[in-house]
């Protein structure tokens, strides 16, 4: 069943009560055939809220969680690392559907973004249960049980950072994403996990295993050697 939010308290209030929910924002996850989502029965539909548009006020510049990943590619307002990430998904239609707080949210192991947004030691404005709050992103993408909604992310203006990826072709999914931004790295190692710290060890942490990106000690290899 879809159920349309008209607010963002009501499509959270929506999520705890519906077992088995989970927000519709580009849909490009959701629609899709085989997604690890096609077992979700309940869909609560975000996609006409008004959180898409990036800003600059204070020194911050805030990023709406349904920002397609091709205006957060376009925008000048946004380091350019994070734009850069941005451009990791190869396919001009994927980008126009798929939504920032869509990619992040998934937590996927070859996150076109994960990495340069932990790096980038962003903040993830939430519309929780209780209320807004403001979490780091590392905190938000190590509870994997979280229902908030993502309302916006916020990154320093200027921030500076570098962004690599490692895939077979642009379009195949990348076998290890890293990400350096101020001494904060991040690294994603598909199938296998997403880790951050202030080392560009960090990797390190991650229990990388083969599959069908390569074998782990070539992702452990490419891993050592990204920055
Ligand atoms: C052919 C193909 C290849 C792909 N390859 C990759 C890839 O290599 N790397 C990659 O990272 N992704 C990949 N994807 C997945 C996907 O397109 C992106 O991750 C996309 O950014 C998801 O955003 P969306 O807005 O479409 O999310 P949706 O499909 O609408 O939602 C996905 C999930 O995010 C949650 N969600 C959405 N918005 C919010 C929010 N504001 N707050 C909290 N939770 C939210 C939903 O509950 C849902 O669980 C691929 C998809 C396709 C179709």
Do not use: V
């Given at each position: 069943m879809i159920h349309i939010a008209r607010t963002a308290e009501e499509a959270v209030a929506l999520r705890h009560s519906l077992e088995g929910s989970a927000y519709l924002a580009g849909g490009t996850e959701m629609m899709r055939l085989g997604s690890s989502l096609s077992g979700v029965r309940e869909i609560i539909d975000v996609s006409s809220l008004p959180l898409s548009g990036i800003s600059n006020a204070g020194g911050k510049v805030r990023i709406g969680a349904l920002t397609t990943l091709q205006d957060v590619k376009e925008s000048l307002l946004v380091p350019a690392f994070i734009r850069e990430a941005a451009s990791f998904c190869a396919s001009l239609q994927l980008r126009n559907a798929a939504t920032i707080g869509g990619n992040f949210a998934l937590r996927r192991s070859d996150s076109y973004l994960a990495a340069a947004l932990l790096a980038g030691e962003c903040s993830v404005e939430l519309m929780c249960s209780e209320g807004v709050k403001v979490k780091s992103a590392d905190e938000f993408f190590r509870k994997t049980e979280c229902r908030a909604l993502i309302l916006s992310f916020l990154v320093d203006e200027g921030r500076e950072g570098r962004v690599r990826r490692i895939g077979r072709t642009s379009h195949s999914h990348a076998a290890v994403i890293g990400a350096e931004s101020m001494g904060c790295h991040a690294f994603s190692i598909s199938g296998s996990g997403t880790a951050c710290g202030h080392?560009?060890?960090?990797?390190?942490?991650i229990d990388i295993r083969d599959d069908l990106t390569g074998s782990a000690e070539y992702k452990r290899y490419l891993a050592s050697v990204l920055f």
């Open positions: 080392s560009r060890d960090a990797w390190k942490g």
